[in-house]
């Protein structure tokens, strides 16, 4: 069994940086596609940010909205996956998701989500 617990989220400046982490609990890590989704209210969930398995190379993907701005990294020792974020739009508030799955075996795993907050 997996569980995601996301931190890092608050309110922040247009402009300003903010980092989430995500911590996985769990066996075979670096297996895992690791990506961020956000939800703004009223808006459906969308792919952020993901970096593939180890195996896989760790490849990055971004949202073109994101490109740029965020990086997404993997700590294996510390079984983290982090989101840098920077120069923060207003746009990019929403409830920040973790995300890990393994396509090939249809298994997907949500934390509960973090919620960030861009506003002057």
């Known amino acids: 069994q997996v569980q995601l617990v996301e931190s890092g989220g608050g309110l922040v400046q247009p402009g300003e940086s903010l980092t989430l982490s995500c911590a996985f609990s769990?066996?075979?890590?670096?297996?895992?596609?690791m990506g961020w989704y956000r939800q703004a209210p009223g808006k459906q969930r969308d792919l952020v940010a993901e970096?593939?398995?180890?195996?896989?190379?760790?490849?990055?993907n971004y949202a073109d909205s994101v490109k740029g701005r965020f990086t997404i990294s993997r700590d294996i020792a510390q079984k983290t996956v982090h989101l840098q974020m920077n120069s923060l739009k207003p746009e990019d508030t929403a409830v920040y998701y973790c995300?890990?799955?393994?396509?090939?075996?249809?298994?997907?795993?949500w934390g509960k989500g973090t919620l960030v907050t861009v506003s002057s």
């Open positions: 995300n890990a799955g393994r396509k090939a075996l249809s298994i997907n795993y």
């Open positions: 769990g066996s075979l890590f670096t297996l895992y596609t």
């Open positions: 970096i593939t398995s180890v195996i896989s190379g760790s490849t990055t």
